[in-house]
């Protein structure tokens, strides 16, 4: 008999009288409904974590068909439009510090991520013997907010280059999408 598995997105909670009462958006109120009906008496897990809107597919191709007309038009590999795109989000990177010795390691593990995983040298270290990085997270990460400035950034690579992109009221139904 296969698990009862249910996400459930709420706004409001309280706890009372022992009872951890959460109240679900309209549209969640069937899918709690149907949980609590097919509930056994058997103890469940719950986990908690603050919603964010799943980034649209639709967002990340448009995204790669920019990225591959900007390759075409400047002479360069998709990849390299891509991490340099990567760089100018802003928001999407982990600063460390780490052992001089052990920066290259760092490097080529963190880089098997994928191909936005990115790691800039900042320079030496306070710390004597480690060097500051930059640690970039690759798009398959972003949240809503750092998709579309993603985005918006490569449109106006495009635009600088009188590259052709999506009329702009396609364009926010396309943003509607991933909001």
Known sequence: MAAIMTELTFTEAKL????????PSRSE???AMAFIRKMKAAPYDLSLKE?????????????????HKLAAAMGIPPVEVY???IR???????????????????TR???KNGLGWLVDSLGASQVPGCRNLAAYHG??????KQMARLIDNLIQDCKALDIET??????????????
């Open 16 to 23: 009372e009288g022992g009872w951890l009462m959460v109240k």
């Open 29 to 31: 109120l069937g899918k």
């Open 51 to 67: 919603h964010r809107e799943k980034r649209s597919l639709d967002a990340n191709a448009y995204a790669w068909v920019l990225i």
């Open 83 to 85: 991490r340099n795109a």
């Open 88 to 106: 100018g989000v802003g928001d999407n990177y982990t600063p460390m510090c780490v052992r001089e010795q052990d920066v290259e390691r760092f």
């Open 109 to 111: 593990s963190w880089q």
């Open 139 to 144: 798009s398959s990460t972003y949240d809503t």
């Open 166 to 179: 999506l009329p702009p009221d396609k364009l926010e139904l396309l943003k509607e999408e991933w909001r």
